[in-house]
């Protein structure tokens, strides 16, 4: 196996640096010239503050604003950080050992740095408040959904447990609150067709060989609202949000099924109902069966009065 070339910049903020490979092929004549065509989200004014602070650097360290351009060569350095609102919900911690740490992320908090969240994910808040360097996720969970996620503490062990997660062998639960149709035959089994589109918020269901499966099933209901369980056997974009708006109960809280809405990010107001209950899995490392549960519910369930008036929850 290749062995990762170790970055020449330390992580900062929990975060590795970004790497830049230079083309074999290219006219620029400084490595300064690349970047401003290379980056042109970032003024080049700040491309050459970062020049002169050594914020750049390949290999053999800092490089002159004036270095020539080396075909195939690499540079790193560290990204500016967006203005980040902060997610005032804690993580949970319900397991760790030497291999692997079970969290249960609150609603809101990305699992991983993207676009504008990258301080405020759960990856980096865990890295810096547990000073775990290396710790990465087997798998993600939605922004706005809530739940289980499983970390990988030891490198070494990360590919065991990532691959568990693509071959299918973790069961999943979930549970949504959305309304109750007792028109609705349940449990059924859902299959169809997903695809996501870069650049398109929404994942859409089409017709084709299905990619995507997922038991659903009824397990109480009151005042015309229904808790259900969901047991995904695929992992596509949005797949439960999309089988339960398919059903015609969509996921109370959905801002993107039925419609698009726009919901500005520092609005934690109610949260999308759902919530990924359980992991149970052969561990690929001891062989000893796993089950993890969470301590969280869903505030519609409990108080849907408090969740439908935008009352806070934790």
């Given at each position: 196996m290749r062995r990762r070339q170790q970055p020449p910049l330390p992580k900062r903020h929990g975060l590795d640096p970004a790497r830049l490979r230079l083309p074999e092929e290219g006219d620029w004549a400084?490595?300064?010239?690349?970047?401003?065509?290379?980056?042109?989200?970032?003024?080049a004014a700040r491309i050459d503050?970062?020049?002169?602070?050594?914020?750049?650097?390949?290999?053999?360290?800092?490089?002159?604003?004036d270095a020539a351009y080396v075909p195939g060569g690499a540079v790193w350095f560290h990204r500016d950080l967006p203005n980040e609102v902060e997610v005032p919900f804690e993580l949970g911690i319900v397991y760790r050992d030497e291999s692997i740490l079970i969290v249960d992320k609150p609603h809101f908090l990305s699992t991983i740095p993207r676009g504008q969240h990258i301080l405020q994910t759960a990856l980096v808040r865990l890295r810096r408040e547990l000073d775990l360097p290396d710790l990465i996720p087997a798998h993600r969970l939605d922004r706005v959904t809530a739940g289980l996620v499983l970390f990988v503490?030891?490198?070494?062990?990360?590919?065991?447990?990532?691959?568990?997660?693509?071959?299918?062998?973790?069961?999943?639960?979930?549970?949504?609150?959305?309304?109750?149709?007792?028109?609705?035959?349940?449990?059924?089994?859902?299959?169809?067709?997903?695809?996501?589109?870069?650049?398109?918020?929404?994942?859409?269901?089409v017709d084709g060989e299905p990619n995507a499966e997922t038991h659903i099933e009824l397990l109480e209901h009151r005042d015309g609202l229904?808790?259900?369980?969901?047991?995904?056997?695929?992992?596509?974009?949005?797949?439960?949000?999309?089988?339960?708006?398919?059903?015609?109960i969509p996921i109370l809280g959905d801002d993107f099924y039925p419609e698009l809405t726009d919901k500005p990010v520092d609005d934690y107001t109610r949260p999308l109902q759902l919530?990924?209950?359980?992991?149970e899995f052969p561990d690929p490392i001891t062989r000893e069966p796993r089950r993890f549960e969470t301590a969280r519910t869903l505030q519609a369930w409990d108080d849907y009065a408090g969740w439908a008036a935008g009352e806070p929850s934790v």
């Amino acid at each position: 196996m290749r062995r990762r070339q170790q970055p020449p910049l330390p992580k900062r903020h929990g975060l590795d640096p970004a790497r830049l490979r230079l083309p074999e092929e290219g006219d620029w004549a400084t490595i300064r010239d690349h970047l401003v065509e290379r980056l042109p989200r970032v003024p080049a004014a700040r491309i050459d503050e970062l020049l002169r602070e050594g914020g750049i650097v390949d290999l053999d360290g800092p490089i002159a604003p004036d270095a020539a351009y080396v075909p195939g060569g690499a540079v790193w350095f560290h990204r500016d950080l967006p203005n980040e609102v902060e997610v005032p919900f804690e993580l949970g911690i319900v397991y760790r050992d030497e291999s692997i740490l079970i969290v249960d992320k609150p609603h809101f908090l990305s699992t991983i740095p993207r676009g504008q969240h990258i301080l405020q994910t759960a990856l980096v808040r865990l890295r810096r408040e547990l000073d775990l360097p290396d710790l990465i996720p087997a798998h993600r969970l939605d922004r706005v959904t809530a739940g289980l996620v499983l970390f990988v503490v030891d490198p070494a062990r990360r590919g065991a447990y990532q691959t568990m997660f693509h071959k299918r062998l973790v069961h999943k639960e979930y549970e949504a609150i959305a309304r109750f149709d007792p028109e609705l035959e349940l449990p059924r089994v859902i299959h169809s067709r997903i695809i996501k589109e870069k650049q398109i918020l929404q994942a859409f269901e089409v017709d084709g060989e299905p990619n995507a499966e997922t038991h659903i099933e009824l397990l109480e209901h009151r005042d015309g609202l229904g808790r259900y369980r969901l047991r995904p056997r695929t992992g596509r974009t949005h797949q439960l949000r999309l089988h339960m708006n398919g059903l015609g109960i969509p996921i109370l809280g959905d801002d993107f099924y039925p419609e698009l809405t726009d919901k500005p990010v520092d609005d934690y107001t109610r949260p999308l109902q759902l919530l990924a209950s359980a992991l149970e899995f052969p561990d690929p490392i001891t062989r000893e069966p796993r089950r993890f549960e969470t301590a969280r519910t869903l505030q519609a369930w409990d108080d849907y009065a408090g969740w439908a008036a935008g009352e806070p929850s934790v």
